[in-house]
């Protein structure tokens, strides 16, 4: 990946967490309130599996050895 993209990355995490005084806990609720707005948008928000799926197409793909 470009060293500028990661850059510019970094610097917009930065900015954001210094928004909310580098909290966590005020960060995940910025998050939250924005999940909420753009479902409301119309938007869908999928939940990111809790662990691997061990038997998905992507894990048979990705984790095959040869």
């Known amino acids: 990946m470009n060293d500028e ?11 954001l967490a210094e928004e909310s005084g580098f909290d966590i806990r005020r960060i995940a609720e910025e998050i939250r309130k924005s999940e909420v707005q753009s479902e409301a948008d119309g ?21 095959t050895h040869r």
């Open 5 to 15: 993209i990661i850059a510019e990355v970094r610097e917009i995490k930065e900015a």
């Open 43 to 63: 938007w869908k928000h999928i939940a990111a599996p809790l662990s691997p799926l061990s038997d998905s197409a992507f894990q048979r793909t990705r984790f």
